[in-house]
Each structure stands twice: as structure tokens, then as C-alpha cells.
């Protein structure tokens, strides 16, 4: 595909190092290594990414513009992303521009809020994404320059700046390199995440969320005992759709080989386990502190059983397959609230804005 | 030395109408703008509604919604333009927040760019963050009363007197006269 390219033309150092300190002084790096972005370099992602380089993915909060294929190139070339995953990193920049997700709001919020991309269907394979031990981060890979890369989006093109346009309080590691893993569907005993959310084949689904943490049952004998013990731990009082604040949310589980078998074996139907986690992520009124009942209260957030729940419904959690057969560890990502997932295929030509 | 490609687009500087003043209170419909994050604009709001109307003017409250889904986003937004179209002036809030000081500045400024006389409401931690927003949209100029910060999690009563305490303010922000 023929492109001509837009973007200001710079001389820098072509030294790495030297590039790298320039860039930092320039507000386009986030203080690691970085590769010049040259004509020849970033229109060989352009060419990988079979889509013009003056293609709109997107448009961007809090910046308000419209992301280019040529400008997500640049600054995948930068993180040191590899080409063939620009199919992969363009309808990610697409979910995330979706007006459902709430780009605006988790860019300008106090929160660590930071977007994970959970991938679909054989892309896994073509671009190389883990999705057994470590798949959340530490397995050597292309994952971590795919997620800084589309980090580099939000930093340069979306204009999230720490401090500036971003409010975060902590921000989270997960801002740096991304969290970008797939999904074992080979030992799922449910279709696949982007399947359950309508759309087959190659797929991206991304969330808002506040992080990752390790949910520990080292005796997991049986699916009920599973699922509560993950549900109470989704529902820590701090989570953010525990606040009074809080509308919705949409939290996201992993559940490792094993017990996604043992969790299958007693529901073997998706929507049954994400009942069993609604029921269990729920906490009685007189749990929290006095201070917080009338807000709680106004809110409409106390159930007649004397409960709040951090779901709304069932369908405010998603549960994948994924992680090493070592067992004895899911892992929970809460959501960030006031926000929805968005799922993408990675064919352009369904990428109509829903709205 | 090499060429590269600016991985920053190039900022194009738009620039907008003025923020007119309100000018004369009396007779006015003032559009009070709420959201869901904050019981202390509630009563911030409450406070200088009454006030608002002891000078005359009559108080139209509406608060945004939080869209689940694109359909319930569509609709807000149809709400807020239908609340726009029904009122004189607009006064937007409460950025005390990241995510909240965002829409309160998208808000107002959707107000101003339908000619309204408006004031954005900010806390004061919060001030550079929405003066940010507002020059992003081309609104260098706009109206932001400024609250102390912090100011939710504070007795009822407290920021009630904190609301009042800031009535004259808020009409010197709006550039209104009674």
C-alpha cells in the first residue's frame, strides 16, 4: 500500500542512547530505550498494518485527535514493536476510542486505571503473545513492546501526561509496558472471550483496569469453593465500584487450567459461573465503616438483603482462561468503574464506531 | 545525525468565541449542571440555587448521567442539549476529580459553544487540570469559579457555609449583575 507520510520531519542522534536522552527532552519517551522512528522503518509497520497511513483508528482523549495509522506506527517503531502485530495494535486503538470505554475519563482520572488487552484466535500465535506461565507479564516476548507501544499512543498522540492531563494518584506499572496477554482457548472449557462478546476468529478486548493480583487457593476442591473465594476477594472495599461514586463496572478473572477443569466440571455454562462469582462478590452494610452508610445509602447501593454488591448483574464480570499448569493461583483484575469493555476484530472493515 | 517522524502530531491551535457574561440576573434561567460523584455539590448547588433565585432567577438543576453503553451515552447527550437549549446561562461542575473534571469542562464548554454565558466549577487542586481541558477545546478564556479543596468528605453544614461564603464569587466569575 502506497502512503505518504505526514508527520514533522526531526533530526536527532542516531546513536540509541543519544536518541533516547533526546526524546525525553522532546516529552515523547517514558524514560526507556528508544528506536529513531525513520521514514523506512515506520513505513514498513504501515505496510504490515495493510491499511493507509492517513487511516483514522480513532479519536483520542483527553487530545481530542484523530490517531492515524501513521502516527500509531511511529510510536510503535519507538517501543520496538514488531511489525506484524499493527493489525493487532490498530483494533486496539479502535476499542480504546470507543466512545463505551471512556478513554477521556480513565486518562484524566485519580485512579491507576490503565487498559488490558486481552487477544483472541490465532493472532496469539502469528505475533508470538503468551498465554501460559507468566501471562501477565514476565514471559520474554513480544507482549511488553506491543503494550508500551500502544502506552506511547496514550502518551503522545492521546495526550495523557502524568501530572498534567492525568490526575493519577499512583499510576501502576501497567502505564509503562501495557498488559497485553491471550487466551489458552485450548484448555477453556468455554468459547472464547471475543466469541462470548460476539465477534469470531482473530479479536481484541479491552478493559479499564486498576491492575492485576494474585488470588491464592492452595486447596481448590471444587468449583463452588473456587468461585467464592475469588468472589470475595473481587469485592475488597476499596474497590472502586464499592464507592458510593461508583455506577457500574466490569471486572475481569482469569482462572488457571486447572480450575477452570474443576470450575467447568460443576458449571459447565459460562453465564453460571459468572453468577457464582456475582452472589460471592457482595458485602453486608455493617461491614463498612459508619461513615460511609448514608452515602452508600443515597446511592441506592444497599440491597434488601442489607448487601452491596460490586456487580450490578452477572454479566459484570468476564472470566478467561490462561496462566501456567502449576495451579493454585487466579488472578483478578478490578475494573475501573463508569466504564465498558470493548471488543474488536481485527478486521477493519467492522470497525464502525458502535455509536 | 537522523530523520525521524515526530511520534506527537502537530498541534493545531483552534480558537473560539469569547466567554460572554451573564450581564443582568433577574429573569434568567440558570442551568445548575450536578453528576453523580460528589453529595457536596449537591448541597454546593442547593445552596446557591436558592440564592440564585432570591436575586431574581429562576434554577434549573439537571444532572448527567453515567452512560452504560453506547445507547444511554446517545441519550445523555440528548438530554444535555435539550437542557442547554432551555436555559440562559450555564454553570458546570464539579471538577474534583480526574474523569469528573474532564466532563464538567466538556460540559461547559458545550454550553459556551452554544453561546451561553458559563462557568465551569473546580476545586482548587484541580484548577490547572481543567484550565488544561478548556485550552484543549479552545477555550483558554473560560469562566472557572474556584472552590477550596478539599472539600467533599466535609459536615453538611460546613460546606453549605462554604457555598454561601462563595455566592459573590461565583455571580463575579459569571459576570452577572443584580
New interface residues.
Given amino acids: 500500500m502506497t502512503s505518504s ?1 505526514v ?8 546513536d540509541i542512547a543519544e ?1 533516547s536522552k533526546d526524546a525525553l527532552a522532546r ?2 519517551s517514558d524514560g526507556l530505550p528508544l528506536i ?4 523506512e522503518r ?1 513505513q514498513a509497520h504501515i505496510e504490515a498494518a495493510g491499511l493507509d497511513a492517513q487511516h483514522v483508528l480513532g479519536v483520542l ?5 484523530s490517531c492515524t495509522v ?2 500509531l506506527a ?2 510503535a517503531v ?1 517501543a520496538g514493536a514488531p511489525a506484524n502485530a499493527m493489525p493487532l495494535m490498530a483494533a486496539s486503538i479502535s476499542a480504546i476510542a470507543d ?2 470505554f ?1 478513554l ?3 486518562n ?4 491507576s486505571v490503565v487498559p488490558a488487552f486481552i487477544v483472541s484466535g490465532e493472532v496469539r500465535d502469528t505475533v508470538g503473545l503468551p498465554y501460559k506461565h507468566s501471562a501477565f507479564g514476565g514471559q520474554a516476548g513480544p507482549a511488553p513492546a506491543i503494550g508500551r507501544a500502544l502506552r ?1 499512543v496514550i502518551r ?2 492521546a ?1 495523557q501526561v502524568a501530572g ?5 494518584v499512583f499510576g501502576q506499572p501497567g502505564r509503562v509496558t501495557g498488559i497485553v496477554t491471550a487466551e489458552w482457548i485450548e484448555e477453556s472449557p468455554w468459547p472464547s472471550l471475543g466469541e462470548r462478546r460476539g465477534v469470531k476468529g482473530d479479536s481484541v478486548t479491552v478493559f479499564g483496569v486498576l491492575g492485576s493480583a494474585n488470588i491464592l487457593n492452595s486447596y481448590g476442591s471444587s468449583g463452588s469453593e473456587i468461585l467464592e473465594v475469588i468472589g470475595k476477594s473481587l469485592c475488597y472495599m476499596g474497590n472502586n465500584n464499592m464507592d458510593h ?1 461508583a ?2 463496572a466490569h471486572q475481569l478473572v482469569s482462572l488457571n487450567p486447572v480450575w477452570a477443569r474443576i470450575v467447568a466440571r460443576e458449571f459447565p455454562k459460562m453465564e453460571d459461573v459468572q453468577e457464582q462469582l456475582y452472589i460471592h462478590s457482595a458485602v453486608p452494610i455493617e461491614n463498612f465503616p459508619v461513615s460511609l452508610h448514608r ?1 452508600l445509602e ?2 441506592n447501593d444497599i440491597r434488601p438483603d442489607g448487601k452491596v454488591y460490586l456487580m450490578d448483574t452477572p454479566d459484570d464480570v468476564s472470566v478467561i482462561v490462561n496462566g501456567g499448569k502449576g495451579s493454585l493461583h487466579g488472578c483478578m483484575l478490578p475494573a475501573m468503574s ?1 466504564m ?1 469493555p470493548v471488543t474488536r476484530s481485527l478486521d477493519p472493515a467492522t470497525w464502525q464506531s ?2 | 545525525m537522523v530523520a525521524v517522524l515526530s511520534p506527537q502530531p502537530a498541534s493545531a491551535r483552534i480558537s473560539k468565541v469569547g466567554c460572554p457574561p451573564v450581564g443582568g440576573l433577574k429573569g434568567k434561567r440558570v442551568g445548575l449542571r450536578r453528576d453523580r460523584f460528589w453529595l457536596s455539590w449537591d448541597w454546593i448547588t442547593d445552596e446557591w440555587a436558592q440564592l440564585l433565585e432570591k436575586d431574581g432567577a429562576e434554577v434549573v438543576i439537571w444532572r448527567a448521567p453515567v452512560g452504560k453503553g453506547d445507547k444511554e451515552m446517545v441519550e445523555g447527550s440528548d438530554e444535555y442539549s435539550a437542557f442547554i437549549s432551555s436555559i440562559d446561562v450555564a454553570v458546570s461542575g464539579l471538577g474534583n476529580c480526574g474523569s469528573c473534571t474532564l466532563w464538567a469542562i466538556h460540559d461547559a464548554v458545550g454550553a459556551l459553544d452554544a453561546g451561553l454565558p458559563t462557568a465551569a466549577v473546580a476545586s482548587e487542586h484541580f484548577e490547572p487540570l481543567a484550565r488544561m481541558l478548556a485550552s484543549q477545546r479552545g477555550h483558554d478564556d473560560l469562566r472557572l469559579k474556584i472552590m477550596p479543596y478539599p472539600i467533599e468528605g466535609k459536615p453538611e453544614d460546613e460546606v453549605r457555609e462554604i457555598a454561601r461564603d462563595h455566592y459573590e464569587s461565583l455571580l463575579e466569575t459569571l459576570g452577572a449583575t443584580r
Avoid at chain 1, 484524566?108 to 485512579?111: D, H, N, S, V
Avoid at chain 1, 498534567?164 to 493519577?168: A, R
Fill in positions: 507520510l508527520s514533522e520531519r526531526i533530526e536527532v542522534p542516531d536518541f516529552g515523547w529513531p522512528p525513520t521514514e515506520v482523549y483527553p487530545s481530542g485527535v501513521e502516527q511511529v510510536n519507538m466512545p463505551a471512556d477521556a475519563g480513565i484524566a482520572t485519580t485512579a506511547l503522545n498522540v495526550g498534567l492531563s492525568s490526575e493519577s461514586s455506577q457500574f452515602p443515597e446511592a463508569n465498558l458502535s455509536r
